[in-house]
Every structure is written in structure tokens, then in C-alpha cells.
């Protein structure tokens, strides 16, 4: 038995939380296309993040980042990985429940540092106190997240396979993201 996708469903949150790892098995379980906005904004500039930040500016990403989404969410219902500040950004949030969900993967500081205090590929977190700065977007970032329409804690005792389920599990009983199951 299998569960179809109506809508996008967006996964927004902190670097770290989990989005492209949760994404990527959702998809695999809902049998829908998994798409991930930063990996679409550097294929369309043909520039890593870190590249487009240092050339143009965060404004500049920013606006490159609310064009790929409002494609991404005109497009085939699928699970979308958000970049970290994405959601940050009203025409954003308005764009997501308008023409699909957002679900706030919501992790605390201790698990998001454990996951990204080893990656240089975070522009954000380019500074003296990388934890301290991390602690900062956490309290700035978190008054909008907390205004998805579904919101699933992250758990790093859990399998990826098995927050997929968590998050697909709070989204069922969201009427009109899921179809009815049908048999294979």
C-alpha cells in the first residue's frame, strides 16, 4: 500500500535538521520526486552557495532562492528540501501555504551543532564562534518557523528511514497532502 502526494510538502528548518536526509527518504517512500532548492539555485547559477554569497550577497541568493521556489512549487507535487533562511522570508511562507505545506523540522541546538560543526560548506557559520553564531540564527529563525503548518521534532535517536515515517505520519492527518492509499 502506497500514499500519494496532492501538494508540495516543504521542508524548512535550521541547517542540520535533517531536511535533505528526511526529504530524500520521504520521496522514496511516497513514491514522489525529492527536489532540494539550494542544489536547484547553484545549478542555475552555476555557482556554489558560498560562491553566490561572496560574488553577490545574501539580498542577491535570497531573490534567486524565491524564484526556484515559486518554479519548484508550480511543478509535479513533490518533497522539497528548503534551504536553512528560505523560510525566513514572508512572500516564502506565503508562497508555501498557498500552493503547499511547509513541515518545520524542529531540532535543538546540541543536534544541529553535532551535525554541522564539521562542514565548511555552511557561509553562515563563517565566523570566530560558529556555535555562538548557530545559537543566534536558532533564536532569530525559530519565531518563523514555528508558523509551518506541520511541525515534527527531530530526533537523532532515529533513523532517517524512521523520521521519514514520523514526518509522513503527522501529515496524514493534514487532509488534502496525502491521497488515500492504494495498492502496488
Known amino acids: 500500500m502506497s500514499r500519494t502526494l ?24 511516497l513514491d514522489a520526486p525529492f527536489v532540494d532548492s539550494d542544489a536547484e539555485i547553484v545549478r542555475a547559477a552555476n555557482l556554489s552557495i558560498p560562491e553566490i554569497f561572496e560574488r553577490y550577497g545574501e539580498p542577491y541568493f535570497r531573490e534567486k532562492e524565491s524564484q526556484v521556489l515559486s518554479r519548484l512549487l508550480d511543478g509535479t507535487p513533490s518533497v522539497l528540501s528548503t534551504g536553512g533562511g528560505a523560510f525566513l522570508a514572508d512572500r516564502n511562507r506565503q ?15 546540541e543536534l544541529l551543532w553535532s551535525r554541522v560543526r564539521h562542514k565548511d560548506t555552511r557561509p553562515l557559520l563563517r565566523t570566530p564562534d560558529p556555535k555562538a553564531t548557530l545559537s543566534e540564527l536558532c533564536a532569530k529563525r525559530e519565531p518563523a ?9 527531530a530526533d537523532g535517536r532515529l533513523s532517517i528511514e524512521q523520521m521519514a515515517q514520523k514526518v509522513i505520519a503527522a501529515l496524514s492527518v493534514h ?9 502496488l
Open 6 to 29: 496532492q501538494k508540495t510538502v516543504a521542508l524548512v528548518g535550521m541547517m542540520g535538521a535533517g531536511k535533505t536526509a528526511v526529504g530524500t527518504a520521504m520521496s522514496r517512500l
Open 95 to 109: 508562497m508555501i501555504a498557498a500552493r503547499g505545506i511547509a513541515v518545520w523540522l524542529r531540532a535543538d541546538l
Open 145 to 153: 518557523y514555528s508558523q509551518a503548518g506541520v511541525i515534527v521534532d
Open 175 to 183: 487532509g488534502g497532502v496525502l491521497g488515500a492509499e492504494v495498492e
